[in-house]
């Protein structure tokens, strides 16, 4: 089981002087300086996620859905509170962006399977069937710097994928490629699901949403606002939009 247990996330928000170290001083002599403001992006989350629940997580953007989602895969860690999660964790957030840009796609993939936690041993006993999944057999010794976005989204995708995960965490990532791969690519998350992996998935698919989620949480502000059934969760969040709407 998932457990966040009152976590909270402050980050720094700079204003554009302090982005320059030039500006900075100049800013500093007038009077105009002002130093990095602090800002909640979670506040006191407190949550359990069970072994095999779908959860769903919605909200504006902004509201912290993806942020969540970086704390419970460890990417980021907390103000304060405390997270566990047991097992091996598969994110599949920012498809990608962990790829070293001069290296080599059998390099990159090597390496990113070493952070997911897998020897390379067991990386170079895989190296055939993920880039055949990714659809990449031919870019082996290709530098990663010299692909599409689309090819990369893939390649990361197989990677994350490639694992025997206890946890799979999806961050608007069911979209990624061609029709015909986004149809392989949500087969292989349903393989996930049969065999009852614990997910956690951010999307602004609502129907989606609702279809494939046993349990939904709408997020506001960094706050859980509603978390409940998700045709209930989606309601709630539908009528919050539309009241803000006028």
Known sequence: MIRLNNVSLDRHVQHEHSLDLKRSLFALLKGEY????????????????GVGERLGI??????GKSTLLKVIAGILSPTQGSVEVPG???????????????????????????LLGLSREVMLARMDEILAFAE???????LV????????????????????ADTLLID??????????????QGRIAAFWERGITSVIVSHDLDFIARACSR?????????????????????YLDVVNAENG
């Open 34 to 49: 002002r130093a990095p403001e602090r800002r909640s992006v979670l506040r006191d989350l407190t949550l359990e996620i």
């Open 58 to 63: 919605i909200g504006a953007n902004g509201a």
């Open 88 to 114: 091996v964790v598969a994110p599949l957030i920012e498809l990608g962006a962990g790829f070293d840009p001069d290296l080599s796609v059998f390099d990159n993939v090597v390496t990113y399977g070493v």
């Open 136 to 142: 990449l057999e031919d870019y082996r010794t290709t």
């Open 145 to 164: 710097k010299t692909l599409s976005s689309g090819m990369l989204a893939r390649l990361g995708f197989a990677v994350a994928t490639d694992v025997e």
């Open 172 to 185: 608007e990532v069911l979209s990624v490629g061609d029709e015909r791969f986004r149809k392989k690519s």
């Open 216 to 236: 939904v949480l709408c997020i506001d502000r960094g706050r859980i606002a509603f978390i409940g059934a998700p045709k209930l969760a989606v309601r709630f």
